[in-house]
Nanobody
């Protein structure tokens, strides 16, 4: 079992920045990939960025050049630095990981709200 807790969301003006954090606990030794997803009202949950166990990073086209995902395996932390925020970035942001302890499974955090005002 893995538990994920996000923090760092809030209200920011367009063009501003926020940094999201996610801390993992439990069977963290079995975590492979980690990532960030978001869900805006009325929309499906979508991938924002993910980092493989080898450190390779992939981003949604809509955030390339503005968002940077990083992870600190020693601290069991995942981060998302969000710059040049736009109103369309407004959503609940979720931390996700894939872990293999007790069988392969995907885990989710409770989400953190990001609101970008115009």
């Amino acid at each position: 079992q893995v538990q994920l807790v996000e923090s760092g969301g809030g209200l920011v003006q367009a063009g501003g920045s926020l940094r999201l954090s996610c801390v993992a606990s439990g069977s963290t030794f079995s975590i492979t990939s980690m990532g960030w997803y978001r869900q805006a009202p009325g929309n499906q949950r979508e991938l924002v960025a993910y980092i493989t166990s080898g450190g390779n990073t992939n981003y949604a086209d809509s955030v390339k050049g503005r968002f940077t995902a990083s992870r600190d395996n020693a601290k069991n932390m995942l981060y998302l630095q969000m710059n040049s925020l736009k109103p369309e970035d407004t959503a609940i942001y979720y931390c996700n990981c894939f872990a293999t302890s007790g069988g392969a499974k995907s885990y989710w955090g409770q989400g953190t709200q990001v609101t970008v005002s115009s």
